[in-house]
């Protein structure tokens, strides 16, 4: 439980750069590799940043927040989520294959989304993720059909207080102003001049023009980014065709370190190396990739770490999954744990196991690291921005605490999540989100199905 200083004072004194913060008496899981994990330990803040972890740290001049009884851990990185589509959560939870999904969603339900839809549906999804622990979220926003839903995505971002990274595309199908990707430089120019800020811009692409071939990614968008120096994340990343595709990126000199593989499924040996040697980042989808079924359904953690990638984690479509970090880990920890024991059965030989330690740098840091935000955010680091979650280890399901990162792991969800700090603010306390009004939001999203739900219904009679 969160005690010391109340949420006025806090949020009163958040403009001061200088303010002092001390978080003091929690068990401090830093992801750090050179600081480990801290029993009993403290968390100094000066304004957005984190100054200093420690046992009995001085606390003059600092408000000191006393966490005792919980875990003060990095902020979780989700690092591709579709973020416009939350007001449609669980509409199709049985869909079982890729077809299926862009029938419904992308195909019937995309095309009556106002700029109005795509901010509301964005906002929820955002709150939704720092309610969780979820400081930091990649919004793969697919649906850009003019200047105006642009916006809207990226201000429900700046709105939320997250920290978002907008990676911008053009809708698959249905009508649409036909802007992108020249756009992406006026959205740099009026939201994103500085990348020293909350809200950051990405360019969004698929690896092949099977779905819709001017979003497939070659020289021409290459180029569009490398002008404005962003990066680009690459979803529908597996099969042959992907793999084929990085191989032609190879040969056109477009790989390299502003790149994000998302999903990453079901690729070659080549295209993994290729990737690699090219300092490819890879972003896994653990529930979509098994439950949906996309190619093999196995998200590819193992073919990862063989060629030295540590990737990120992401929830991708809340049409059909989980919205939450915890389940992404305990998902893709089960999986590979049984994939590997299941390849070494009868066998004499070692099952290769990743462990919890693992999917939470996945999680955390790794995940930083594959939107590359690593300098900033990712580990409970001195001089990294203040981007951490604070955990009740005394609640009914996370108590008595033996090992910090099996219970955040294994045994805490989001209820569990007691405050959210991003960049030295906090977004939620003592349970509940900040300056969040939720009777209103929930308002507003009904009020949007229901309007998407009467374009639908007047454009299926007009047929």
Known sequence: MNTGPSLDTLTR??????????????????????????????VLLRGAHIVEVGRKLPDAEALVVDV????????????????????????????DDLGGYLRSTLMQVAPAYTPDDVYVGTRLAALSALDGGITTMLDFSHNSRTAAHSDAAITALIDSGIRGVHASMAPHFGDWDGQWPADLARLRSSY??????????RMAALATGDIAGHLAYGAELAKVAADLDIGVSLDVMFGQGASRAILAWQRQGLLGPHLESIHSTALSAAAWAAMRDH?????????????????????????????GIRPGLSVDVEVALASDMFTQMRVLLAIQRMRAVNAAYGTGQNPSRITTRDVLDFATLSGARTLRLDDRTGSITPGKQADLIVVDAEAINTMPL????????????????????????VRKWEGELVGVDVDALRSEVHDSVAAIAERLSTTEALQ
Not at 283 to 297: F, H, K, R, V, Y
Not at 402 to 424: E, Q
């Open 279 to 307: 300092g490819v980042t890879v972003s896994l989808a653990p529930t979509s990739d098994a439950q949906i079924g996309l190619e093999d359904a196995v998200p590819p953690v193992d073919e990862a770490l063989a060629h």
């Open 13 to 42: 004194s958040a403009a001061d750069p200088d303010r002092l913060v001390l978080l003091r008496g929690a068990t401090v899981v830093t992801m750090d590799p050179a600081l480990g994990t801290i029993d009993a330990g403290d």
């Open 68 to 95: 005792t009884g919980s875990i003060v851990a990095p902020g979780m990185v989700d690092t591709h989520r579709h973020a416009w589509q939350a007001q449609q959560r669980r509409t199709i939870p049985d869909v």
């Open 192 to 201: 994103v001049p500085s990348d020293d800020q909350l809200v950051t811009l």
């Open 402 to 425: 033996h090992d910090a990162v099996g219970t955040l792991v294994l045994g805490a969800d989001r209820s569990n999540v007691t405050s959210v700090w991003v960049a030295g603010q």
